[in-house]
């Protein structure tokens, strides 16, 4: 389930920097890269706790 969500974080922090360069809304971009760095270390936080 933690790699389900890491990949989820991956793709929203890739589509985050996509956006973020390409997009007149830069702020928004900036949030979705947060919020992908932010799913993808939690991911890893738990599936460290786990071990």
């Known amino acids: ?6 990949n989820i974080g991956l793709g929203i922090f ?3 920097a996509y956006a973020w360069q390409f997009s007149d809304n830069s702020e928004l971009g900036a949030w979705a890269v947060f919020e992908g760095i932010f799913l993808m270390t939690s ?9």
């Open 1 to 6: 389930m933690t790699e389900l969500i890491k």
């Open 14 to 16: 890739v589509n985050g």
């Open 43 to 51: 991911a890893i936080y738990l599936q460290r706790g786990r071990q």
